[in-house]
């Protein structure tokens, strides 16, 4: 394979990333897939600080872009998230460019990166790590730059150094797995003795002087809102913010459960079945590296951090989903290493027109593999779940909500709640905040005045005690926030309600409540097999309601419980779009059954969980 020219070799990176933000386009979500995504998009058009440790870079990015007008937000972070993408795959070409990689083999590799089934996704729907996995790559980048033979390391290479790391280090936590290429980069800078001194001088303070002008500024972000803004007052609030914490770990997750082996070695457990070539590839890539010398051993030892920083780092073990959003650190090095390996291997194993289809079949193969599960421009689930949430809520009502999703998103209501309130309806999200002091002294007061007016409420304990006593309702989708006890909650569609009467917790009103769930039912889709679970649990949500009115609608000899246990099987998988569509237009909630209706008042139904 043929080496191209500088120019050449420069404008097909930047024609790799091009083409990887074009064909990502149609594949965007209409809405955000996740809490954490929810909270994201919206914080563009409220503004706000973001949950720790406050991704400050890109919250000043979306400070910038809700100067845009129109829409949610979710399109806004979505071109971040395509700017992100193309960053990345530009500084990886042109990293392997400079390690001396021929064009096939590095537009492989790009590829590997950009359409990884579960790193792509993250550049198509509103997410903090796509820039992230820019500045990663722009550090890789910058060490193989800084190492090339006879190349004299400048104040402005200096400069740039200390931009790139300080840029890292204010987008995302994750970026400290660069740290092999950062110490490379540097030792690459102060290798040769004249003005060594003034380039450390130079990337040290162009690094704290951006880090420390950006963490400063956090609190500039706050604004005088209630939820989900973490508003920040002093040096004491930004440090407990960016060090996590409020969340009393400086985990990934917020767990102290061990990860194991297999939520650490990606390449070559997880996606081994579905991609083995590429890990394969990489682990031959870690050999070429050693040898092709110009800052390639570092990039190698980004890849060693990674599984080190996955395998340390008190992710779930169970928790895949939460997990895939950080694959990225260990799939950009990797694919910088198969790039390697590709160039080693092909003029050895191939001659004439071979290394080209062996490059490009690896290509359209990542391709394939990674469009079928990052095709996102169907996924509205969780836009469904909190239109159809705010269309639950009782009036006169405190709603506790039940997890992270409805607390970072919220619910999407039909009118706006002005606060103090002067219509019935509160709306209360307060599960995520119940472990957190400044929640209750801050944000309560402001929530429901109504209740917290009468007195401090010192947690959700308190907050129930007084709901009840003073005739208010309380809703959740946890029955075991409002009803520990698992006596007097009773299921109405998507949420518990506790209302202080008695009563079964399944009954005629839980199969209306499941009926007038199915208009939001219908625009509902399939999920790929191994999407991340964060669909599936919304999907989840509608099935429980649909199960609970198929008990009721059995007992009472309704003939539409077989329907709905259908709905409500299909929903529970998530594989079956036909059946909970056509189940839906079948029950037709517009005309419900008045007489089994009436019959299943009389029955007592087994109580669910």
Known sequence: MQQTTTDEGRALSLGS?????????????????????????????????????????????????????????????????????????????????????????????????????????????????????????????????????????????????????????????????????????????????????????????????????????????????????????????????????????????????????????????????????????????????????????????????????????????PADPYLERFHGVLVLPAAFLVGLALQALLPTTARGAAPAAACAALAVWTFVVGVVRCDLSDRREQDVYRRALGASLPPDAVWIAGNDREVLGGAALPTPTPLPTSTPTMRYPVNAATRLARYWRDVAPLLEPRLVGLGPIAGIEALRERALAHGLTLVSTDRRLIDPQSERARLRGLLWVVDGSDGDEIDAETVRAALALCPFVAELSLLPPDAPGFGILSLRAFARAFDAAAVVANHAGDARAPTLRDVAGALHRGDAEDVWRAGCRALRPEAPQAATDQNAQNVVAPRTR
């Open 17 to 317: 990333a091009l083409g990887a933000v074009a064909v990502s386009v149609p594949l965007l979500a209409p809405a955000p897939l996740s809490g954490d995504g929810l909270e994201i998009a919206g914080n563009v058009v409220r503004g706000g600080v973001l949950h720790p440790p406050g991704f400050v870079l890109q919250g000043w990015l979306h400070a910038l872009l809700g100067l845009i007008p129109g829409g949610d937000g979710t399109r806004h972070v979505e071109a971040l998230g395509l700017l992100g993408l193309g960053l990345a795959a530009f500084f990886l070409g042109e990293a392997l460019r400079l390690a001396q990689v021929a064009a096939l083999p590095r537009v492989a590799a790009v590829t590997t990166f950009a359409f990884f089934p579960t790193v792509w996704p993250l550049s198509l729907t509103p997410e903090v790590f796509s820039l992230a996995h820019a500045c990663i790559a722009a550090n890789l980048w910058l060490c193989v730059r800084l190492w090339q033979p006879a190349r004299r390391a400048t104040t402005g290479d200096a400069a740039l150094l200390g931009l790139v790391v300080g840029l890292s280090a204010t987008q995302h936590p994750i970026t400290v797995v660069a740290a092999p290429a950062f110490l490379g980069a540097l030792a690459a800078l102060l290798r040769e003795p004249a003005g060594r001194a003034a380039r450390f001088v130079t990337a040290a303070t162009t690094f704290f002087a951006l880090t420390t002008a950006l963490f400063v500024s956090l609190p500039w972000l706050s604004r005088d809102a209630v939820w989900p803004d973490w508003s920040l007052s002093d040096a004491r609030d930004v440090v407990r913010h960016v060090l996590r914490a409020d969340y009393g770990t400086f985990r990934l997750g917020d767990t102290a459960a061990t990860a194991t082996l297999r939520t650490s070695l990606l390449v070559l457990v997880d996606r081994l079945a579905t991609l083995p070539v590429h890990g394969l590839l990489a682990l031959v890539g870690v050999v070429a590296a050693a040898r092709a010398g110009r800052g390639a051993p570092f990039v190698a030892a980004t890849a060693a951090t990674a599984v080190v920083f996955l395998q340390v780092a008190g992710l779930p073990p």
